[in-house]
């Protein structure tokens, strides 16, 4: 059976750095600005798509989203969901289905005949949705098929992927896993060991391969036969705001201020007034850069409102971030008048950017109570204060405190004992490593891009 023949543009993407500009991204080489052209399409597949309620769904989701910043244009192919994003679109092809009638019927009455034949029914169904996918990968230059090559759900479906393989100039195929149904021992006595099941062993041609574990590759090599440096790791992700339940308002913030990728981020909820002595937080910021380039600090309060003085101390504070070359590294949200920074803060914004943060420091030199060490301790976010009286007896253990003599050097041993403890630095890897937004630049991007140049 004939099939469409699939356009595909020439394009040559190599040595990429990624830029941003604005709410979509560009592809760099060299300085010469390269990426998707128009009409570089990415076809997402699988048997559901969003807002059908999944894990595969949900990376669905986040590799459309994503690969849509980057100026491709996306469509995702699947039997159920429907368009979730006025600029990513839908085709249904119902005959994907994972529940679709005739190919379980089949499936059934084959496996009741193991070993013989499959007929022509199998091969005419396999035909039919061969066409189906032809049809709706016509503008497409890339599929980005998820789990349905090793998955037995739907057989038909499978066979008719190698057709399309193997008809000229299809889509490059990349093969997303997520699970194998061959070796899923619930699976057991749904699965034969004859044809059509066999296809479940049987590489696609020409498809690049991706697992989203180590796991998973090494079960995808001894299933297909594939060589390990065949199959790339791309991990799944999540939005790591959305993990942490960050509102909108806040992410809002956080985006104005540069401040949603920043590593590590030590929050300082306190009003600007002298006692809180934020000049030893901005010199122990100060050691601390040259361990760690990318750390942010961030006060959260405005100058205090009963003193006359407090915008002096601003002053003062500002001139010092200046002297000690902090701009970009330290904060004052309601003292800058830059990036609406003069808006008030509520507390649930405060609450946000504790469960964000890498640590909450207080250095004021005396305090009535320190409901902040408090907060910072109800949401587990590590706690690095001086020894005051009310917040031990608050806290207790649960603070890291600063030691005598109490000065810059000892404010960064502190925060330094905190921010290179085990869990704190499995926690920022987890943050960088799962980002689905990292995951989508570092990794999909230059996988598409490499995908695109072999077939150009």
């Keep these: 059976m004939a099939f469409p023949v699939v356009a595909v543009p020439r394009v040559c993407y190599h040595l990429l750095q990624r830029q941003e500009h604005g709410p979509s991204q560009r592809l760099t080489v060299t300085g010469e600005a390269v990426g998707p052209s128009p009409s570089t399409s990415i076809a997402i597949l699988h048997y559901s798509a969003p807002p059908v309620v999944g894990g595969v769904e949900r990376v669905i989701r986040d590799q459309a989203e994503g690969l849509l910043s ?88 499978v066979r008719a992927m190698h057709l399309l393989a193997e008809a000229p100039r299809s889509p490059r195929m990349v093969l997303w896993t997520h699970d194998i149904a061959l070796l899923d021992p619930v699976y057991r006595d749904q699965i034969g060991q004859s044809y059509p099941w066999s296809l479940l062993r049987t590489p696609l041609r020409g498809a690049t391969y991706v697992a989203v574990s180590e796991l998973r590759r090494q079960e995808l090599c001894s299933t297909m036969g594939l060589k390990a440096s065949r199959i790339e790791v ?109 808006c008030p803060i509520s507390d649930g914004t405060i609450y946000e950017l504790m469960r964000l943060a890498d640590a909450v420091l207080i250095t004021s030199s005396h305090e009535g109570f320190g409901l902040p060490a408090v907060e910072a301790a109800l949401l587990r976010t590590p706690l690095v204060t001086f020894p005051l009286e009310p917040i031990r007896e608050a806290v207790g253990s649960i603070a890291t405190y600063v030691e005598p003599p109490g000065g810059p050097e000892e404010v960064a041993s502190a925060l330094l004992k905190v921010l290179e403890s085990g869990p704190s630095v499995q926690r920022r890897r987890l943050m960088e490593s799962f980002d689905r937004d990292n995951i989508v630049a570092n990794q999909v991007v230059p996988l598409l891009v490499r995908v695109l140049g072999e077939k150009a």
């Excluded at 089949?106 to 949705?129: C, N, T, V, Y």
């Excluded at 990728?261 to 122990?284: D, G, H, S, Y």
Aim: with cysteine; hydrophobic share 45%.
């Design 234 to 342: 791309i991990p799944n992700g999540l939005d790591i705001l959305e993990t942490l339940q960050v509102s909108k308002p806040s992410r809002d913030l956080l985006a104005r201020w540069g401040l949603h990728r920043r590593r590590p981020l030590v929050l300082m909820p306190a009003r600007i007034t002298r006692r809180k002595r934020l000049e030893l937080a901005l010199e122990a910021l100060a050691i601390l850069k040259e361990r760690f380039p990318q750390i942010a600090a961030v006060v959260t309060g405005p100058p205090g409102p009963h003193n006359p003085a407090s915008q002096r101390y601003v002053d003062e504070l500002m001139a010092l971030r200046s002297t000690l070359q902090l701009d970009g590294h330290a904060f004052f949200l309601q003292a800058e008048p830059i990036h609406g920074g003069t």
């Design 70 to 157: 980057y100026g491709f244009r996306v469509k995702v192919v699947a039997a159920r969901g429907s368009q979730w994003h006025s600029q990513i679109a839908f085709a249904r092809v119902l005959e994907m289905d994972s529940l679709f009638g005739p190919a379980l019927e089949l499936q059934e009455a084959l496996l009741k005949e193991e070993g013989h034949r499959s007929g022509d029914q199998f091969e005419a169904l396999a035909r039919a949705i061969a066409s189906r996918l032809a049809d709706a990968l016509a503008d497409c230059d890339v599929a980005i098929v998820h789990n349905i090559m090793t998955m037995h759900k739907n057989l038909p479906l």
